[in-house]
């Protein structure tokens, strides 16, 4: 039985668990439709910080959970679980399939480039 401390901890860390990767989701989808870059742009340090939290909400979710109805308990982790999992068939395509990564190529361009303009002519 949940005290009710550990019933707020517990849907707290529900939402937290769907609200992180939909945030991750939204700053995979500003990559859409952009040149790629050298370096991460902001979206990129965005979407590693909806990651990394994601595991804090994780435990509290799990050290407040009632284990003894283990099917009602896992139950809420299917929309984080669905939202996370599109958010990196989302990341995926964005770096692979539409070509929006930089290439080695393109990134030894840029770096060319960025020394030809320090050198004096």
Excluded: N
């Excluded at 509290?60 to 669905?82: N, V």
Aim: a positive charge; charged letters at 15%.
């Amino acid at each position: 039985m949940q005290t009710s401390k550990q019933s707020v901890v517990h849907r707290t860390s529900i939402w937290a668990l769907r609200l992180l990767p939909a945030i991750g989701g939204l700053a995979v989808a500003t990559g859409f439709g952009h040149s790629p870059r050298a370096d991460e742009s902001s979206a990129a340090h965005v979407f590693q910080l909806m990651v990394v939290l994601s595991l804090p909400a994780l435990l509290a979710f799990a050290a407040s959970a009632d284990w003894g109805q283990r099917g009602r308990c896992l139950r809420p982790l299917a929309i984080p679980a669905a939202l996370w999992l599109m958010t990196l068939a989302a990341l995926y395509m964005v770096e692979h399939q539409l070509g929006l990564a930089p290439s080695p190529s393109h990134v030894l361009a840029q770096e060319e480039e960025s020394k030809d303009l320090g050198r004096p002519r």
